[in-house]
């Protein structure tokens, strides 16, 4: 783990085409580790999870290179390693999954649904605002209050979506742009031997609110 920490901590100090030639070998080898360590955890989740029994790691992995087409910063590298694993197409797929983010003081991982499709978040509200006992129970387990606490805000609405009344106790879940919520990987995980057991441990937390999203899912199709 430490020496793919170090190869992210070099390529930030040296973003560039040159660097990163110079030393394929080394972004070869710790590649290969990261892909280890997400495929060990894909097996580890599906024992949770059987959606992710049948998850192709390769669909998971996001690529290293940004794009930097309409980006004033053109740094050609992501400093982070990053893998979605869900069913229906990895980290292309609109269902709710387990996100895996590896950099140097930042790593975390992630639950649910980030930035769905206009119909699909519709449909994620409107289930919600139908079985806001359920989801309240999912959310305020302590098993899940363990690791997460509340869901990215990025894009929430002002005011409660039409279709919805404005008295709704839980407003503030159906102005959400993501049913998604992460947890920080500290160092005393990413130092461990063998980290993924704790990695999942915490995923399987957030099993239930995956669970409760996909269902929503099934039943849109």
């Given at each position: 783990?430490?020496?793919?920490?170090?190869?992210?901590?070099?390529?930030?100090?040296?973003?560039?085409?040159?660097?990163?030639?110079?030393n394929r070998?080394?972004?070869?080898?710790?590649?290969t580790?990261?892909?280890?360590?997400?495929n060990?955890?894909?097996?580890?989740?599906?024992?949770?999870?059987?959606?992710?029994k049948?998850?192709?790691?390769?669909?998971?992995?996001f690529?290293?290179?940004?794009?930097?087409?309409?980006?004033?910063?053109?740094?050609?590298?992501?400093?982070?390693?990053?893998?979605?694993?869900?069913?229906?197409?990895?980290?292309?797929?609109?269902?709710?999954?387990?996100?895996?983010?590896?950099?140097?003081?930042?790593s975390?991982?992630?639950?649910?649904?980030?930035?769905?499709?206009?119909?699909?978040?519709?449909?994620?509200?409107?289930?919600?605002?139908e079985?806001?006992?359920e989801?309240?129970?999912?959310?305020?387990?302590?098993?899940?209050?363990?690791?997460?606490?509340g869901?990215?805000?990025?894009?929430?609405?002002?005011?409660?979506?039409?279709?919805?009344?404005?008295?709704?106790?839980?407003?503030?879940?159906?102005?959400?742009?993501?049913?998604?919520?992460?947890?920080p990987?500290?160092?005393?995980?990413?130092t461990?031997?063998?980290?993924?057991p704790?990695?999942a441990?915490?995923?399987?937390?957030?099993?239930?609110?995956?669970?409760?999203?996909n269902?929503?899912?099934?039943?849109?199709?």
């Open positions: 783990m430490q020496n793919i920490l170090d190869f992210l901590i070099a390529l930030s100090e040296n973003n560039n085409r040159e660097w990163f030639t110079q070998s080394w972004y070869d080898e710790v590649r580790a990261y892909l280890n360590m997400s060990s955890l894909i097996l580890k989740i599906s024992e949770f999870d059987p959606e992710i049948h998850v192709d790691l390769k669909d998971c992995i690529r290293i290179y940004r794009d930097i087409r309409f980006s004033p910063d053109k740094s050609p590298y992501k400093t982070h390693f990053g893998a979605y694993i869900a069913s229906g197409g990895g980290r292309k797929s609109q269902r709710g999954g387990y996100y895996f983010h590896l950099q140097p003081g930042g975390f991982v992630s639950v649910g649904i980030w930035s769905p499709e206009s119909n699909v978040l519709k449909a994620l509200r409107k289930s919600v605002y079985n806001i006992d989801f309240n129970e999912i959310i305020s387990h302590h098993k899940f209050k363990r690791y997460f606490d869901f990215f805000e990025d894009g929430k609405l002002k005011k409660v979506p039409a279709g919805f009344p404005n008295d709704f106790p839980h407003a503030d879940l159906l102005k959400l742009k993501h049913y998604a919520t992460s947890s990987l500290h160092e005393s995980i990413l461990d031997e063998n980290p993924v704790r990695i441990e915490i995923l399987e937390a957030g099993y239930p609110l995956n669970r409760f999203l269902y929503t899912l099934d039943e849109l199709m």
